[in-house]
T-cell receptor
Framework: DADVTQTPRNRITKTGKRIMLECSQTKGHDRMYWYRQDPGLGLRLIYYSFDVKDINKGEISDGYSVSRQAQAKFSLSLESAIPNQTALYFC???????????FGQGTRLTVV | AQSVTQPDIHITVSEGASLELRCNYSYGATPYLFWYVQSPGQGLQLLLKYFSGDTLVQGIKGFEAEFKRSQSSFNLRKPSVHWSDAAEYFCAVGAGFIPKIIFGKGTRLHILP
């Protein structure tokens, strides 16, 4: 089984719908991240969490929210999806700040 | 502010040829440096990392990278590429007191048969 699991892997949703992307990890890491990948833009950080009581905005948090339900679970929500949120979303974990990140397989989200 | 630049958006090499992917970073101290690879439809896999010590680091799949402080560079190399190396490669920088890893925009590698 993968160390970092994202569900769903693919999702098509309509404009205005609420959608949740889920991430769970078995690495035992406290630090978890949500990134968004767009062609030619690399990966941009949406939110990050250092533990269940510590959640922080990244560089592109507008239109997104997160929930850290447990050390192993970190969910990303789009309260009202819009087409420019169509992207590939990655969850990642790390053992400590600055150390290498371990990525899930990604969720490809399409908002129509 | 910290940043990572990958000057080449696309690179094409012939199978069996050598490869060098460029990465330059902007950072005020010695950073942690990473190279990741992303195959089509897949997540990101760590190829190698540099934290300290020997400036030439070996990674998986026959890749290596050299940290050059004077040039603020961390270029990725492979002596002989294989068709399976076709992918997108991301250079990244981290540090102990910044909360995230900063990624470059990626270099897509194409392999000619």
């Amino acid at each position: 089984d993968a160390d970092v699991t994202q569900t769903p892997r693919n999702r098509i949703t309509k404009t205005g719908k609420r959608i949740m992307l889920e991430c769970s990890q078995t690495k035992g890491h406290d630090r978890m991240y949500w990134y968004r990948q767009d062609p030619g833009l690399g990966l941009r950080l949406i939110y990050y969490s250092f533990d269940v009581k510590d959640i922080n905005k990244g560089e592109i948090s507008d239109g997104y929210s997160v929930s850290r339900q447990a050390q192993a679970k970190f969910s990303l929500s789009l309260e009202s999806a819009i087409p420019n949120q169509t992207a590939l979303y990655f969850c990642a974990t790390s053992e400590r700040t600055g150390s290498e990140a371990f990525f899930g397989q990604g969720t490809r989200l399409t908002v129509v | 502010a910290q940043s990572v630049t990958q000057p080449d958006i696309h690179i094409t090499v012939s199978e069996g040829a050598s490869l060098e992917l460029r990465c330059n970073y902007s950072y005020g101290a010695t950073p942690y440096l990473f190279w990741y690879v992303q195959s089509p439809g897949q997540g990101l896999q760590l190829l190698l990392k540099y934290f300290s010590g020997d400036t030439l680091v070996q990674g998986i799949k026959g890749f290596e990278a050299e940290f050059k402080r004077s040039q603020s560079s961390f270029n990725l190399r492979k002596p002989s590429v294989h068709w399976s190396d076709a992918a997108e490669y991301f250079c990244a920088v981290g540090a102990g007191f910044i909360p995230k890893i900063i990624f470059g925009k990626g270099t897509r590698l194409h392999i000619l048969p």
